[in-house]
């Protein structure tokens, strides 16, 4: 985004492209330019509060600029006369300013809420092109109290001297349109109420003439001394004319000097063609004898003979301006020139016969018009406004037009509300002053406390604070000095309890663990402080352990109390005793020395009672709360020590109890943690694999550097979480088998525990019984395939009877079940030798339905139904030596056919577990009684 300073430049060249095709005035590019660096600044700053990230939107930093151009606006058509004439003064253009306010700012802010929505368009398409990228500070209301009273105050002020300005403006403008109001009002029913005198006046004076006998008769010099003496007698008229209705020819005129300048207007010769028709008056407006003059008003009567023939007509002609009559009229419409107002007087065709501006007379009016009396505003010639009063003539289709430039109302408002506005500015700048003065008392007592705060803060705690006064800050100032007493005491306090810390945790032996303790205690002002531990907590052992320990001038001088506290300590957290010549919880015996105030507090960790620790006084003492809190602090301290200890002695002897039993193990024993490092190690262990794997040094280091076994390394450094085993065959030629299981704790595997069994002598043993069993078969074959070639050779030496062929087939059938056996045997030790397998992928089905079928005659000779069930998660093929496979399948089901009674059943099976195939055969019958 552009910077304020390019913000300016192009602000100010749309302000020059605006006057040049909408303004036309040059304060427009000041404009812009402002606007634009505000908004510049306004979506630029980097203020971290809540409001001003509201303002970096731009479409809400556009809408800012709305008040702004208003300003500008207002002093713009004031000052430099914006759409209006030079020669209008300032209050016209102040009015013109405000009345043509609404429609600009909604114009303009029209035009912001376009421009900022595409604005904050483009800052969320772009965000990294957007805004300034420093980092947030503090805004200035968070810098100082004195800032964020007056931001907030002054601004409630700003709002209350607006809001009474506004209001003090709109009331003066409601007075002074009122006050104008009230005189046009007045103005226009006193003018209105002359008119219809002035007219009826008029009319009666021409007809009474008109009724003259002579007028119809008399001729020349006759008759114009007849109308000629009523002119004088009557000064109303400036002339009169008697007309002959037929030729319209002047018989009669006075002055006679009108003679020559004398013509019939369009209305009086309409008005004779009315008079032969039976309208015998009439009254018509015309036009002035000179431009100077006023217009005039032409009473008209007709001059009835003897037969009421209209034979002649009577003209009485009036200027307004001269008629005696018409004068305060004349004189109420011109007081309108003092307001800088005009006045008319309308006739019955809307045309003006009389305006203050005599060029406007005959001429049409075009504003408004009712029955009633009313006010309206217009707009005048030069673009201003103006107030309109319009004045019905009661009885006449005639009216008054009061007209009053706006300016005059802005005038007289400006006039009523000038003083109370520069009384309300005053009083808001005296009152901004008044509490500048005020807050900066306030913030430079908050700042000396401040300082002192700080000084708190940084642990300076030496120095008091200074208190005067009794209002809030001085309360706040003693708040602040007991919170330094209090904290330095309590620091030292916590110094105190942090040696003891320390000094707890430097030993886990009791005795040392729990000094610290009791020399704070002693510290307090205590003679003797002593820790008596419950037996309950001692661990079995061959050497007497301490349960007492004790310190100060009377430490075992009071050691006769420990059994009694100890006791009581156990159902009680707290023993506070003042003054014990007046307990009643103790037994004391006078001929022991004791101890006049004396503080127990009884020692717990986890729920477990181990002992008490308890101070004794030689003068009595009053405990305060921070003495027993302080005493507790110390007692958990000392619980903690005595947890230690107790703990730390368990594990000792559970460790050399251990390490006496893995020591009295005859087999090896390897323990490793989770980063395969040597924990442990017996005697075995070290009598089999080398006395380096019993060395102190060797315990923690990496196993592969302390055993260099490969089987026994892999078996220990193994991650899974499975038995694992593996036989090892040492230097000395001793077979061992390891066996590593996983040490687990809540899920997970910690380490790895190795026990190795010494089996040399059962492979020994093992191995003898293979090389018997392979002498045996070997030598077994020799003679069983001898005596079967003799057997089956004795039919063709001489005829058998049937009693010789049975014993020579159950010789046969001997041999070969003798040879079968034998066969077994060396399949056995092929098997354990591994020697001679074929393994391969061998299908199970196919393995069962040969066995089935291959035994299906043996089973129905003894009536047994054979029936097959297979797992389903049974896989179709298994790796084996199909050949031995098959024999131990047919094994299976044939001595289930061979111990099977008749009419029984049997049922093949096969289940799988892990990665192992599984074969059944259960058999079926029914007893029969």
């Keep these: 985004m552009l910077s304020p300073l390019f913000a300016t430049v192009l602000g100010a060249f749309a302000g020059l492209l605006r ?58 058509a004031v000052f ?44 969320m398409a772009f965000p990294a092109s957007w805004g300034s990228k ?81 007028l119809s008769e008399a001729t020349g010099a006759e008759l114009t001394s007849i109308i000629g003496s009523r002119i004088q007698a009557v000064p109303y008229f400036d002339q009169f004319i008697v007309l002959d209705v037929h030729n319209k020819e002047v018989l009669a005129i006075y002055p006679p000097s009108d003679i020559n300048n004398f013509r019939l207007y369009a209305d009086e010769d309409s008005g004779i063609f009315l008079a032969t028709n039976g309208v015998l008056t009439q009254i018509y407006s015309i036009p002035p ?29 009036t200027t307004l301006q001269s008629n005696p009559l018409t004068v305060p009229l004349i004189d109420s419409l011109n007081n309108m020139n003092d307001l800088g107002g005009v006045g008319m007087l309308l006739n019955e065709n809307n045309r003006i016969i009389y305006h203050s501006d005599k060029q406007q007379a005959l001429t049409t009016y075009t504003g408004q018009q009712a029955t009633e009396a009313f006010f309206y505003d ?29 300016q005059r109302t802005q005038q007289i408002a400006l006039n009523i509300a000038m003083p109370l506005a520069l009384m309300i500015i005053f009083l808001a700048m005296l009152a901004m002053v008044s509490l500048r003065i005020g807050l900066r008392f306030v913030t430079g007592s908050l700042q000396s406390l401040a300082t002192e705060a700080n000084r708190i803060a940084q642990g300076q705690l030496d120095r008091p604070l200074k208190v ?79 349960a007492r320990f004790a310190i100060g001038n009377a430490g075992e001088a009071y050691a006769h109390f420990d059994d009694q506290i100890l006791t009581l300590a156990q159902s009680q957290q707290k023993i506070v005793i003042p003054n014990l010549t007046r307990s009643r919880e103790l037994d004391l015996d006078p001929s022991k020395s004791q101890p006049l105030a004396l503080l127990a507090i009884a ?45 730390f002695l368990n594990v000792e002897a559970g460790r050399r109890q251990l390490e006496a039993i893995l020591n009295s193990t005859p087999d090896p024993v390897i323990v490793t943690d989770h980063r395969n490092r040597l924990l442990l190690a017996n005697l075995a262990a070290a009598a089999a694999l080398g006395p380096n794997v019993d060395d102190d040094a060797r315990t923690g280091m990496e196993t592969e550097k302390v055993i260099k076994l490969k089987p026994l390394l892999n078996l220990l450094q193994s991650t899974t979480s499975e038995k694992q085993s593996a036989e090892i065959v040492l230097g000395d030629k001793r077979t061992y088998v390891a066996t590593a299981s996983p040490v687990m704790v809540e899920g997970k595997q910690m380490g790895r525990v190795c026990i190795m069994r010494d089996v040399t002598y059962f492979k020994e043993l093992d191995s003898m019984k293979s090389d018997f069993v392979a002498t045996v078969s070997h030598d077994l074959r020799s003679p069983l395939t001898l005596m079967r070639g003799y057997a089956t050779m004795l039919d063709s030496s001489g005829e058998l009877n049937e009693q010789q062929h049975g014993y020579v087939r159950k010789i046969i059938a001997g041999v070969e079940n003798m040879s079968r056996l034998v066969n077994n045997l060396l399949d056995l030790g092929r098997i354990e030798i591994g020697v001679g397998l074929q393994v391969e992928n061998v ?48 094994n299976l089901v044939e001595n289930g056919i061979k111990y099977t009674p008749e009419n029984g059943s049997i049922v093949i099976r096969t289940t799988t577990e892990r990665s192992h195939l599984i074969f059944f055969c259960t058999r079926f019958w029914h007893w029969h009684t």
Excluded: C
């Design 468 to 546: 005067s006064g009794e209002d809030e800050v001085a309360q706040l100032r003693r708040a602040f000095e007991q919170m330094r007493s209090s904290l330095q005491s309590r620091l030292e306090e916590i110094n105190r309890l942090l040696q003891v810390s320390q000094g707890v945790a430097s030993s886990l032996e009791m005795q040392d663990a729990v000094k610290p303790v009791l020399e704070a205690i002693l510290a307090t002002g205590a003679n003797s402080v002593r820790v008596a531990l419950s037996p309950l907590i001692l661990p079995d052992s061959y050497v007497e352990l301490p």
């Design 843 to 890: 299908n199970v089905l196919d393995v069962i339905e040969r066995v089935t079928s291959a035994l299906q005659l043996q089973a129905i000779q003894k009536n047994i139904t054979m029936d097959v069930v297979l797992a389903q998660n049974m896989p179709n093929t298994v790796e084996a030596d199909q050949a031995l496979l098959h024999q131990a399948v047919y």
């Design 289 to 317: 004898t000179s431009t100077e003059e006023s217009s005039r008003v032409s009473f008209m009567s007709a001059i009835v003979d003897s037969t009421n023939q209209v034979q002649r007509v009577l003209i009485g002609r």
């Design 378 to 406: 217009s707009t005048a010639p030069d673009g201003t406004r103006e107030m309109v009063y319009y004045q019905p003539v009661l009885g006449r289709p005639w009216a008054i037009v009061l007209k009053v430039p706006a």
């Design 134 to 214: 420093q980092t947030l500070q503090p805004s200035p209301a968070e810098k100082s109290l004195e800032s964020r009273f007056l931001f907030a105050v002054g601004a409630f002020i700003l709002v209350l001297l607006l809001t009474l300005l506004i209001g003090d403006w709109v009331v003066a403008g409601r007075a002074a349109r009122d006050l104008l109001q009230g005189r046009l009002s007045s103005a226009g029913e006193s003018a209105s109420k002359s008119v219809p005198f002035f007219l009826e006046t008029g009319q009666n004076l021409v007809v009474q003439l008109a009724s003259d006998s002579r």
């Design 19 to 76: 006057g040049v095709w909408d303004s036309y005035s040059l304060f427009s590019i000041l404009e812009f330019a402002f606007l634009a660096v505000s908004f510049s600044f306004i979506t630029r700053q980097r203020y971290r509060t809540r409001a001003y990230a509201l303002l970096r939107q731009p479409l809400i930093g556009s809408l800012l600029l709305v008040p702004i151009h208003v300003v500008f606006y207002v002093v713009s």
């Design 80 to 123: 430099t006369q914006w759409g209006v004439d030079t020669a209008v003064p300032i209050t016209a253009r102040l009015d013109f300013a405000i009345s043509n306010l609404g429609i600009v700012t909604l114009a303009f802010g029209g035009e912001m809420i376009i421009g900022g929505g595409i604005a904050q368009i483009i800052s």
């Design 603 to 647: 020692l717990r960790h986890e729920n477990r009672y181990y002992g008490v620790v308890w101070a004794g006084y030689e003068q009595p003492r009053k405990f305060s709360d921070s003495d027993v809190r302080f005493m507790t602090t110390l007692a958990g301290q000392a619980a903690l020590a005595v947890a230690n200890s107790h703990l």
